[in-house]
C-alpha cells in the first residue's frame, strides 16, 4: 500500500465511487480474515459484533482437514466434527473387500474401536502476523519477474523455516488478495486423528446427484472423529458447546471454516480465460473420468467401492464446475464485471500518480495470456492429468524429493520446503490400499487424456507409451513398479538422486522422462503469476485506498468468518421455508418410491417410528460460503454449535465470482438432528452425551 | 477401372504381392455384396456355396431399418425379428408417462393390439444394378472437384429418379470402394410397421453397459413387428423358415444384414485423422452428453423414461467408439496398415503407368486435411451438434425444404432429392412425442458445446446467444418455436421460402442464421470428398487389378452376406464356449445378488422353474459383422433362421479397422431360447406357434 497514493486520492475516490454507487460489500458478503473481522457492519446490520475473547475462542475451535474441508472440535476430550463427504477420504482408505465403511458407515462403540486415518493432517489456527513488509522488502525495484519469484519465494520459505524452528508450529506465509498482503499463519497440527462415526453414505448424500447443490434437502452429512496426542485424546480448551435448541428463523448465525478458492477479484481478462479455456477443458476432463469410472463401478460391487470416494468428487466437482461455467456465461454476471472493473479503473484514472496502477490491468491480461499458452500442457504434466494415477503422483515426489533436498530450501519447489516437510511425509509414507486394477484404469486413461490433448504423434506423448497401447503400457508400468511398497518409498525418499535412477523403477522414469518439461512449464507459470501479482498488488491497494477496509481477500483455503441469517426464500413464486425437518426426509423418500439415490437405509426404515418427526433437519442461511466450507460449523451469537455447513445451494456455485442472497444459500444439518439420530437411529447415546456435555464420561 | 493399367500390370503384380504376403481376406473375413458372393471362397473353406436361389431368398427375406439395424421376414403373414435396441427407437416414441414400453416391454394378444410405429420404414432390397460406367461417364476429365461432384450428384439423382418413376421403388445410387464402383439398389418400402412384441429391457440388455460388446451373454435381444399393406398383414413370398433345433458347434453360419460403416480400405492418412481428431472429438462428446443424460435421468422417473433411448444409445456409441479409438491406438494394428498400404504402393509404383495413381495418397491426405481444417465446425454447425434438440433438425428442415425445391433435382442437397421425398417426409411429419424440458436440456448442452469449441467471443456464438445465457437462451427458442405442431410443419414444408420467413419462428431463425456457414462447411467437405473419391476410385482399381475379386467394399450400410463358424475361443488361458443356456443367465443373477444391471425382471424369476434350463441362450460366431448388423438372420446352409445377431465381442469393436478371428466374435440369440421364452415366460403361444409354422393361424 503506497501512502502518497493513498493521500493523494483519498479525496478523489470518494467523488468517483460515489458516482459508480460504491464497490462495497453487499448484504451478509464476505469470508472474512479473523485479523480484521466486520465488527462495524455486523453491528449496524445485525446489531451484534463479536468480542476478542469469542473470535479466539471459535477460531481455535475451528479445525481444517488438509485433506480438503472444514470442521470443529465439540469435546474437551477431542471429539470433533465434520462432514460425511470430508471424511470420506479417510472412510475410503480404512476400507477393504470386507469393510465398506464409507457405504455402510462406522461406529466406535469404545475407544479401542476408533481407527486411526492412514494420512490425515488437521489444523488449528493459533495466530496470524501480517509479514506484508517483509516479503514486499524482499523484492527490490526493477527486478526481473523471474528473479522477483524467486526472491519472494525464498523470503517467504525463510519466514516459514524462522517461526517453525522457534514455535514448533506449522507455518505457512499465506497470499491474500492475490498479492497484496502477506499474512503468516501458525497452525498446531493434529496426524493422529481417529474415527469414531459415520452413518450410511445413502443418509449422509440423501438424494445424491441430483439433490447435490439443491434445497430443500434431507441428508445428515457428518463424520465424528477423535484427535489424539501421545497416543490418548487430546485435550481441547476451544471447543464449541452444542446447542439442543438449533436456529431460529431470522437468527443470526456464523460459519467458520475454509473456503477453498473464489474468484471475485479476478479482473475480466482472467475470467475471461476461466470461462474460455480453463472450465472447458475441466469439465471436459470431469465428463471422461465420471464415465470412465461409473462404466467401471457398474461391473462389480468391489469395482464400485475402489472407485467410490473418487468417483463422489468426480460427480461433485462436475456438477460445481458445470453451476460456475453457467455463472461465467451469464451475461449479467459478467457485466456486472465489466462495468465494475471499468468504474475500478476510471477512479484510478482520476488519480494522479495512477499510471503504473492503470497498466496492471494489462500486465495481467498478458501475463494470462502467456499461461494460457501453456494450457493445458501444465494441466497434462505438472497437474499429472496425462497419468492420473496414485502411483505416478508418489513415484515424481520420489524422483523430485532428493533433487530438492539439495538445493537451499529458498530454492525449492515450494511443497519440500523444510516447514512443510512433515506434512509431505505424512502423505508420501501412507499405508492406503493402492488397487492393481483400479491404478491402471487411472493410468491407461490418464494416457488416453494425454494423447487426445497433445496428439499422438507428439514427441512426448510418443515417448510415454514407448511402442505400446495406452492399456498395455499403463499395465506394464503398473505391474512393474515397486513404490506401492512403502518401505521402498522409504528408501528412495532418503537417498540420493542416483540411488532413485539406479532404481530404473518403470514409474519413476516416466516421471523422469516428462520432468524438464514438467518443471518448464511450471516455472513459466510461476513467474506470470508472480507478474500478474504485483499487478493484483497494486489493484489491491488501489481498492484498498477507494474502498477503505470494508474489503475481504478472495478465499485461499485458510480460515474465514462468514454470517448470515437462517433465512428462506422464494422461488418460482413459492416460499422456500429455512429449514426442513425429519418428516420431510420419510416424505421425499415416498414420492420417489423409495429408488435410488432417494431410498433409505435400513435402519432408517426400522427406526422411522422411534423418531421426533417434528425435528429440524437441514436449513439454509445467507452465509457467504464456497467449496472447502464444507464441515464448518455454524455458531450463533453464543458462539454455540447450532449446525454443520455441508453444501450450498445451486446459485451459491455462482458466488466463486459474487455474492447474491437472492436465492444463493448455505445448507447446514441442524445441531438438533444430530443428536436425534445419534440416539434414535444408531443407538449412539454416549456419543450424544459426550456432544451435549462437552466433555466424555 | 482402367483395363490398360490392369493387362499391364497383371503380371507386375503377381510377383509383389506374392512377396509382400498378399493383402486378400483372411479365414472367414468379408462383408460380401449380395452380386459378389465369395462362393469360391466358401466352397474351398467350408465345402459349400449358395445357389442363386438360395441367395435371392435370404436377400429377400432380409430387412433394412431405416432407423438404424436390420431384420428379418420369419412368416408369410409379415410377421419380422429384430433386436430390442433396434425397436427401442419405436417403442420409445410409442410411450408415455403411463406406458413405458422400452422399460417393460409389449405384448399384443390380437391385431387390434399391434400398435403402428409412428415414422419407421423398413427396406428389402429387390434388385442391384451396376451403374458404375455412367456414373463415372458423367464426370468429364479435367472437371475441377466441384464441378465433378455436382456432376455426380446429377446424375445419381437422374438415376434415381428415373429408377423411381420406372419401377415405383425406392432407388438409391449405392457408393462402394469408397467410389470405385456405383450401384443402384431398389427396394421395396414398408411404412405401416406394428409392433408385435418386445420383452423388458432388462432381459433385452441384460448386464447393462459393463456386459455390453463382451461375453459370454445372456441376452434376449429380440423384437418382433409386423409390415402391413393397405391396412392388412403384408403377405410374404421370402421368409425365413424358424429352426428348432438351433446351431451346433462349428456349424457354418450366415449373418444377412446391414453393417453400418466401417475403415478397412482407409488410407493411413485418413486413419490418423480419425485417431488424432475424430475419436478424441467425438468421444468427447459422448462422454459430455452420457453424464448429462444420466444426471437428468437420476432427477425423476419420467425423465429417466423420456431420456432412455437416447442415453442407451450414447452409452452404446461411447463404448464402441472407446473400443475404436483404442484399435486405432495400437501400434500393431496402425503398423499392419502402414506396411499394407507401402506393399500396396510399392505394388503399383513397379506399374509403369503408375505416376497418377501414386499420387492418390497424397491427394487423399491433401484433402483429408482441408476437411480436417472444417472440425469442429461442420459437426457443430451441419452435424448440429451445436443444437443437439429435436425440434432444431425439424426446423432446419423445413428451412431447407422450400429452398431445395425450387433448384432442379440433381442440384439438390442430396436428401432433398426427388427419390428421397416419400422417407423425408415419412420423418418430418412423424407425431413422436417432443417433451419441453428435455428439448430445452439438450439445445442448453447444445449451445455449451459450440461455446467450448468455438469460443465465446466468436461472432456466430454470439449471434446464436443472442444476449443469453445458454440455458435461457434455450428455454427461450423452445418455448417460442411452433414447429411442435405437426400441422404447422405440413404448412411451412408446403410453402415457399419467403411463407417460412414470414413465420418468425424463432427456431427457423435460428437454423437460418447459421444456414450459410453451415452450407459452406458442408460444400467444402463434399468437394474434398469428391477428390477422395476420385483418388479411392484409382486406388480401388489398382486393388482389383493386385488382388483379383477376392475383395468386398468397406460397409455402407447395405445388404452384405457374412460367414463364419459357430466356435468358442481361448482367452486369459481358458477356453470360452460356443454357447450360453439359461442356466447361465440365472447363474449370472445369483453371482451379482441380483444387483442391477443384473437383476432379473419379476417374469422372470416367477416362471423359471417352467424353463428347461439347459436351452441355448446366446452364441458367437466367427462371422465378420459390425454396428447396424444388429438384427440380422443369423440363417444355416439350409437357409433356416437359427438365431438374430445382437452384438459383436469388444475385440469385434476393432473389425472397423481389420478383420481377425483371434478373440473377436459376432454375437446372436439362438431360435431355440426365443420359443422357450415366448412360451414360457411370456406365454405368447400363438407367436411361438406362428414362428415356428411360418404363419399365422
Redesign the interface.
Known amino acids: 500500500m503506497k501512502p502518497t497514493l493513498k493521500a493523494i486520492c483519498q479525496a478523489v475516490a470518494g467523488a468517483a465511487l460515489a458516482a459508480a454507487g460504491g464497490a462495497a460489500v453487499q448484504a451478509d458478503e464476505g469470508m472474512w480474515l479473523y485479523n480484521a473481522p466486520p465488527r462495524q457492519l455486523l453491528q449496524e446490520r445485525h446489531g451484534f459484533a463479536p468480542d476478542d475473547a469469542w473470535l479466539q475462542h471459535v477460531q481455535q475451535a475451528s479445525v481444517r482437514f488438509n485433506s480438503g474441508g472444514s470442521g470443529s472440535f465439540v469435546s474437551e476430550d477431542g471429539l470433533l466434527i465434520s462432514n460425511h463427504h470430508v471424511g470420506a477420504d479417510d472412510l475410503q482408505k480404512l476400507s477393504d473387500a470386507q469393510h465398506n465403511y464409507l457405504r455402510d458407515g462406522l461406529q466406535a462403540r469404545t475407544r479401542a474401536e476408533e481407527k486411526r486415518c492412514l494420512d490425515l493432517e488437521l489444523n488449528v489456527l493459533m495466530s496470524i502476523e501480517d509479514v506484508t513488509a517483509r516479503v514486499k522488502g524482499a523484492i527490490q525495484p526493477g527486478l526481473s519477474a523471474e528473479d522477483a519469484f524467486a526472491a519472494r519465494r525464498a523470503v517467504m520459505a525463510a519466514i516459514e523455516k524462522e517461526s517453525l524452528d522457534k514455535t514448533g508450529l506449522r507455518s505457512d506465509v499465506v497470499t491474500l488478495y492475490q498479492g497484496g498482503q502477506y499474512h503468516l499463519y501458525r497452525f498446531k497440527r493434529y496426524t493422529d486423528v481417529r474415527l469414531v462415526f459415520a452413518p450410511e453414505q445413502q443418509i449422509a448424500f440423501y438424494g445424491?446427484?441430483?439433490d447435490n447443490f439443491e434445497y430443500p434437502r434431507f441428508d445428515l452429512d457428518i463424520c465424528l472423529f477423535r484427535a489424539y496426542e501421545n497416543g490418548r485424546p487430546a485435550k481441547i480448551q476451544h471447543y464449541l458447546k452444542w446447542s439442543t435448541t438449533g436456529v431460529a428463523e431470522n437468527e443470526l448465525v456464523f460459519v467458520s471454516g475454509h473456503p477453498g478458492n473464489t474468484a471475485r477479484q479476478l479482473t475480466v481478462a482472467e475470467l475471461?480465460y476461466q470461462?474460455?479455456q480453463r472450465f472447458?477443458y475441466t469439465?471436459?476432463r470431469l465428463?471422461?473420468l465420471?464415465?470412465l469410472l461409473?462404466?467401471w463401478s457398474?461391473?462389480?460391487?468391489e469395482n464400485a467401492r475402489r472407485a467410490r470416494d473418487m468417483l463422489f468428487g468426480v460427480q461433485n466437482s462436475?456438477?460445481a464446475r458445470d453451476g460456475m461455467?453457467?455463472g461465467l456465461?451469464?451475461?449479467?454476471m459478467l457485466g456486472g464485471k465489466v462495468a465494475a472493473e471499468q468504474k475500478l479503473r476510471a477512479a484510478v484514472a482520476a488519480c494522479p500518480t495512477r499510471q503504473d496502477t492503470l497498466s496492471a490491468w494489462t500486465r495481467i491480461a498478458q501475463a494470462q495470456q502467456v499461461i494460457a499458452g501453456t494450457h493445458p500442457v501444465y494441466g497434462l504434466l505438472e497437474g499429472q492429468h496425462g497419468f492420473g494415477s496414485t502411483l505416478f503422483g508418489i513415484a515424481r515426489q520420489l524422483l523430485r524429493a532428493p533433487e530438492e533436498r539439495a538445493k537451499p530450501n529458498g530454492d525449492r519447489l515450494r511443497e519440500f520446503r523444510d516447514s512443510n516437510r512433515e506434512s509431505l511425509e505424512l502423505q508420501l509414507f501412507s499405508t492406503e490400499p493402492i488397487y492393481d486394477d483400479f491404478e491402471q484404469l487411472k493410468l491407461a486413461d490418464g494416457l488416453?487424456w494425454l494423447?487426445?490433448q497433445l496428439?499422438?504423434?507428439h514427441p512426448l506423448v510418443q515417448q510415454v507409451l514407448a511402442?505400446?497401447?495406452?492399456?498395455e503400457r499403463a499395465a506394464e508400468l503398473v505391474t512393474g513398479t515397486k513404490v506401492k511398497d512403502v518401505a521402498v518409498r522409504k528408501r528412495l525418499y532418503a537417498g540420493s538422486p542416483a540411488d532413485g535412477a539406479a532404481a530404473r523403477d518403470p514409474l519413476i522414469e516416466l516421471a523422469r522422462l516428462v520432468d524438464a518439461e514438467a518443471r518448464r512449464v511450471r516455472k513459466i507459470v510461476e513467474v506470470q503469476e508472480e507478474v500478474k501479482q504485483q499487478a493484483y498488488a497494486q489493484i489491491a491497494a488501489a481498492r484498498f485506498v477507494l474502498e477503505g477496509t470494508s474489503g475481504y481477500p478472495d478465499a485461499t483455503f485458510t480460515l474465514r468468518l462468514a454470517f448470515g441469517l437462517a433465512q428462506g426464500y422464494d422461488e418460482d413464486g413459492r416460499r422456500i421455508p429455512y429449514q426442513t425437518t425429519l418428516a420431510g426426509l420419510y416424505a421425499r423418500a415416498a414420492e420417489?418410491?423409495h429408488?435410488p439415490?432417494f431410498d433409505l437405509p435400513p435402519r432408517w426404515i426400522e427406526r422411522q417410528r422411534k423418531l421426533d418427526l417434528t425435528t429440524p433437519f437441514n436449513f439454509v442461511s445467507t452465509a457467504d460460503i464456497i467449496g472447502g466450507n464444507s464441515g464448518s460449523p455454524v455458531v450463533n451469537r453464543r458462539g454455540e454449535f447450532v449446525g454443520i455447513n455441508f453444501d450450498g445451494k445451486t446459485q451459491a456455485l455462482g458466488l466463486d465470482y459474487s455474492y447474491t442472497d437472492r436465492q444463493a444459500r448455505a445448507v447446514s444439518v441442524n445441531s438438533q438432528a444430530i443428536l436425534e439420530a445419534l440416539r434414535k437411529v444408531y443407538r449412539a447415546d454416549a456419543l450424544a452425551d459426550e456432544l451435549v456435555r462437552g466433555k466424555a464420561k
Chains 1, 2 share one sequence.
Open positions: 445424491g446427484d441430483p475471461e470461462r474460455d472447458p469439465l471436459a465428463n471422461r465420471e464415465v461409473t462404466a457398474a461391473r462389480s460391487a462436475r456438477k461455467w453457467a456465461l451469464d451475461p449479467q488416453g494423447i487426445g496428439g499422438y504423434a511402442g505400446r497401447a495406452p492399456r420417489h418410491n429408488l439415490p
